[in-house]
């Protein structure tokens, strides 16, 4: 079978058996337009043959949307987990609480992303999974290894996953209050590099989003980005300056604000160093009249 059969052979089955569930509400929207030619493809691909995936890319680049396009494209319900040093167990697992029933107080389990992901065949996606504590994220090995089962600490229930139960992970290498994470658990995934958009693509994209936007200021948007690209691979900008997601924050102000303010306000006023500001603004101003 051709991998375009494979793929859509099991976008078929998923559809039909999210159907008959009552989670349409966690199923994200599409729109993730990809940078590299096989990439989408590869990505559903391993999807299909149950491997654990893992985005690594910088922060804008579309980790999320990518994401979300594929909980869209599966009609899969999408569980999101964001990750920090306070997670623990209760919030991947899901925590025990008092209910009144009948007159009387039982005690009741709320299963959390995790559980749930597990149970109804759905996707899990933990954000930025390298900002949580190192300790933490071992919980999740058995869910992540050719087990794909869990016994839930809370409750001794022995949890074997649903045959389409997918976990997506994204991680920002290198950021401020990051730990690389550990080979046990990297070991388990297969890592798939995500860059920022650039060229035709991101012009497609910009009209797409933005219809109504003049040709100019697309074109403007377009020349801008090309040179924050250059100047992050100078080591001038850091890697958020080319944020898509800034880009395309400051096109829509600019259709309603002069656009020199839009960049300030969409990219430039978010870094922290000035020098960067101000590199920004003089990248704009010889776009801008």
């Avoid at 045959?163 to 080979?183: C, H, K, M, Q, R």
């Avoid at 960067?276 to 009249?289: D, G, P, Q, S, Y």
Wanted: hydrophobic share 40%; charged share 20%.
């Amino acid at each position: 079978m051709s991998t375009q059969s494979l793929i859509l052979q099991s976008q078929s089955t998923r559809k039909q058996r999210t159907h008959s569930e009552d989670h349409s509400a966690l199923i994200g929207r599409g729109g993730y337009m990809s940078p590299l030619p096989h990439l989408w493809e590869d990505l559903l691909l391993s999807v299909v043959l149950q491997k654990n995936i893992l985005l690594k890319g910088p922060s804008g680049s579309g980790k999320t949307k990518l994401a979300e396009s594929i909980s869209s494209f599966f009609a899969q319900p999408m569980h999101s987990i964001n990750c920090s040093v306070d997670l623990d167990a209760e919030a991947l697992l899901g925590f025990k609480t008092l209910v009144q029933e009948n007159g009387q107080t039982n005690i009741d389990f709320v299963e959390g992303p995790v559980i749930q992901a597990m149970r109804y065949g759905h996707i899990l996606y933990i954000d930025e999974i390298n900002m949580a504590k190192p300790e933490t994220l071992p919980i999740l090995h058995s869910v992540l290894d050719h087990r794909r089962m869990l016994t839930n600490p809370f409750t001794g229930e022995v949890l074997h996953a649903h045959n389409d139960f997918t976990v997506i992970a994204a991680i920002n290498e290198g950021y401020i209050g990051t730990s690389p994470l550990n080979e046990a658990l990297k070991n388990r995934f297969i890592s798939f590099a995500i860059p920022y958009l650039t060229g035709e693509p991101l012009r497609e994209l910009f009209v797409r989003e933005y219809p109504k936007a003049s040709p100019n200021l697309i074109k403007t948007m377009l020349h801008l980005s090309e040179d924050m690209f250059i100047q992050v691979q100078n080591g001038l900008l850091s890697e958020e300056a080319a944020s898509i997601r800034s880009l395309l924050d400051a096109t829509e102000l600019a259709q309603h604000i002069d656009p020199l303010r839009a960049i300030r306000y969409a990219i430039a006023e978010k870094l922290d160093d000035e020098s960067e500001k101000e590199l920004v603004m003089e990248l704009a101003n010889t776009w801008i009249k």
